[in-house]
């Protein structure tokens, strides 16, 4: 200590004020590293929880003494990582988390005493939170919110009501309802409630974007159509467009050629009831048949009681007299034919297409003197395409179809730049370097090309340097053989003249060195008519 002591009484204020420092900041940096290391071992038990749930989740954390954390604004609770999924099984087995308002566990004990107004209260309750579980089981959905207004009976039609509703949605980080699960969330919810129609349903999410748009529907004549009829008359449109670019793509290109159609549809929906009436036919269409007879009888005898008794002992002479008389009664009715037919929604009553073809153009001249032709399509082409798309669209001279061919010529057509004119050795217009490039590039040959003429480079390199080590080896030589004293009786070499020593070098060269030599200069020589050579090999190897 006392050496301490007087190491710092030997210190000046600037270092005593860095020493305070350093401790000051080693102090908070345990502090920091501590408190990371107890809290770094939690874990979310539950998320994004409400008020009620979170409170029971907190009580059943502290009945069981388990540390925990609150974070998120009370709506996240943590516990230790080990503890986690214990206590996670037992909170869902307790039924403390309910994932948002109840559904209809609501009924699950009966109240006595209740009045109608309170069960109707808590059925509608009960159906918003079954629904709000409903469309938060969607992949894209992370917690909904679901408003329902029943319909409204009345004697007095101004004092009757639809039903209605809206959903609020909260999404997940960096989703999106497309419109079919839009259009799949108000048919769940028109499902679920009587009487509620997917036009009632408003669905917008918490940024405050109405993601359902509501529908206009048709009152009467002269109202606007609705958003259906016409998106129904856009999806035919653009089935008739896709089927006719899918055609003429292929043929005319997909930048030399502009179509359009225009479908008129009646989106009316028409009952007609027709009977007909045939009067060359006529038919029988009831018969009635009667017959009248009428008699009078006279009894004789032997008046007395033998004769009043209910057997008689001899019957009397009786006499016989009256009328008959027969009516018949048959109508006839002309023929008659009673037809009931229900005209649907959406027929086409005619379809308009045009279709617009740019022109070919054609260089003439040389230099100067060169100048665009616009090139006009034989009629027998514009006929096919005609044909073409009579045959796409299912033409109908009836109903009144209507297709249009033109031909003009685009901007960028008259816009284009001329291609590149080159001479070829013969004078002669032809492919320049960059042409050939671009067709061993468009034919996936550039690759052995190139191979090829790298070969030809080493071979060419190797012969120079041959030639060269052939030429220092002979100067070598003859420089050896002239510096040797001369031998008694012995004349010395013979001195050869240029021409015997370019002969006798190009003796001492091989073959295949000479061939390669020629290849080489021939190869610096003429460059481009070499690679056309190679092309030609290569396609014949590739044929």
């Known amino acids: 200590m006392n050496q301490l002591r007087k190491i710092y009484t030997t210190l000046t204020g600037r270092q005593k004020l860095y020493i305070a420092a350093a401790c000051i900041i080693l102090g908070v940096g345990m502090a920091a590293l501590m408190r990371w290391q107890r809290e770094s071992g939690f874990e979310p038990l539950y998320k994004s929880l409400s008020s009620e749930d979170a409170s029971a989740v907190v009580a059943k954390l502290k009945e069981r003494g388990v540390d925990f954390r609150i974070a998120d604004g009370g709506t996240s609770i943590l516990v230790q990582a080990d503890r986690a999924p214990e206590m996670r099984l037992e909170v869902a087995g307790a039924g403390l988390v309910r994932s948002g308002r109840p559904g209809f566990e609501l009924f699950d004990k009966v109240n006595f005493g209740v009045t109608d107004f309170a069960e109707q209260v808590n059925f509608r309750r009960a159906l918003e939170g079954e629904l709000e579980r409903s469309v938060a089981s969607l992949a894209e959905v992370e917690k909904a919110r679901v408003h329902l207004t029943f319909k409204r009976d009345s004697v007095y039609l101004e004092s009757r009501q639809p039903a209605k509703a809206s959903v609020l949605v909260r999404l997940k980080p960096q989703t999106v309802l497309s419109p079919q699960n839009v259009q799949a969330i108000t048919h769940l919810v028109a499902s679920a409630v009587e009487g509620l129609a997917p036009e009632s349903i408003s669905v917008l999410d918490m940024n405050g974007n109405l993601l359902g748009k509501p529908r206009r529907s048709r009152g009467t004549a002269g109202d606007s159509l609705d958003d259906a009829s ?48 045939d009067p060359n036919r006529s038919v029988m269409s009831t018969s009635q048949k009667s017959e009248d007879v009428s008699a009078t009888a006279t009894a004789s005898g ?231 050579v190679l092309k030609q090999w290569l396609t014949e190897h590739q044929a």
């Open 230 to 277: 016409l998106e129904y008359q856009q999806s035919i449109e653009r089935q008739f467009l896709a089927k006719i670019n899918s055609t003429l793509e292929p043929l005319l290109g997909a930048e030399r050629y502009r179509s359009a159609v225009s479908v008129d549809c009646d989106l009316a929906t028409v009952e007609e009831s027709e009977e007909l009436f």
């Open 302 to 532: 032997v008046p007395g009681t033998a004769s009043s008794l209910p057997r008689p002992t001899s019957a009397g002479v009786r006499g016989s007299g009256g009328n008959s008389r027969v009516t018949e009664s048959v109508s006839y009715q002309t023929s008659r034919t009673v037809r009931h037919r229900r005209v649907p929604q959406g027929v086409v009553q005619r379809v308009s297409v045009s279709v617009l073809l740019d022109n070919d153009i054609e260089w003439q001249g040389q230099g100067a003197q060169r100048k665009r032709v616009i090139v006009q399509p034989q009629p027998e082409r514009l006929k096919s395409i005609h044909d073409i798309v009579a045959g796409v669209i299912g033409f109908n001279k009836d109903r009144g179809d209507q297709i249009v061919v033109e031909v003009l010529p685009f901007e960028m057509t008259l816009k284009s730049e001329p291609p590149p004119e080159h001479v070829t050795a013969g004078g002669a217009p032809g492919r320049t370097n960059t042409d050939l490039f671009a067709g061993l590039l468009k034919r996936n040959q550039l690759i052995p090309a190139s191979a090829v003429m790298l070969l030809f480079f080493v071979l060419g390199v190797g012969a120079w340097q041959f030639r060269k080590y052939r030429a220092k080896r002979r100067q070598t030589t003859q420089a050896s053989v002239s510096a040797q004293p001369a031998l008694a009786g012995q004349s010395p070499a013979p001195q050869l003249t240029p021409a015997q020593e370019h002969y006798q070098s190009d003796a001492l060269t091989s073959p295949d060195v000479l061939s390669v030599n020629m290849i080489s200069e021939m190869v610096a020589q003429r460059p481009v008519e070499c690679a056309m």
